[in-house]
């Protein structure tokens, strides 16, 4: 007998293929990336404050707020932001977020040129969302990109005293709501 495993070519079959599986894997242009996931104590902090602001701000339905466990599927990618809200619910069986509205990604070394070019890039081929967030994780700074009739940004924020304003969540949040404590 010849068993042959076929490796997914399209987003949808890597969805298939990953359920389940141990480890952490990206499908990046037709390619199955290991995210080798260690992540400091810093980015675990930032990504869960601002994954509790969100989740404590915005009603659920419609808003569902996820972390990196959940994917969102771009043109030729699946990606598993570090904070994400999809702005429909959708079936409690999807494997990808339905109408992402909002992506955050917190800064590593190893990851910053993707989050900043490649994954920036992608994100904004998805017509629903507003918003792009990354995160330093070594001092109170954010970079934003906005969609409202057209991409823009990033704009950068930093200090404590600064504020990012999320109109299509009807929002805004104080930097020291998410770095307060890191760098005293």
Do not use: C
Not at 159 to 168: C, D, K, R, T, V
């Amino acid at each position: 007998m010849n068993i042959q495993s076929r490796l997914p070519t399209t987003p949808d079959e890597f969805l298939r293929w990953n359920e389940g599986r141990e480890g952490k894997w990206d499908f990046v242009e037709g390619k199955i990336v290991d995210m080798m996931v260690k992540v400091s104590r810093n980015h675990a902090i930032i990504a869960a404050r601002l994954t509790t602001i969100l989740g404590q701000s915005l009603p659920y339905p419609p808003f569902t707020v996820s972390t990196a466990d959940f994917g969102v599927k771009t043109e030729k990618s699946v990606r598993y932001p570090d904070v994400m809200v999809d702005q429909e619910r959708g079936s409690s069986e999807d494997l990808a977020a339905a109408s992402p509205i909002f992506i955050a990604e917190v800064l590593s070394r190893s990851t910053m040129a993707i989050d900043f070019h490649q994954k920036a890039q992608e994100y904004q081929t998805l017509a629903s969302l507003r918003n792009y967030l990354v995160l330093a994780q070594d001092e109170p700074r954010v970079w934003l990109w906005t969609q409202d009739s057209g991409w823009s940004g990033p704009s950068m924020t930093e200090g404590l005293e600064g504020e990012i304003s999320l109109p299509a969540l009807g929002l805004t949040i104080r930097l020291m709501s998410i770095y307060s404590g890191l760098f005293d």
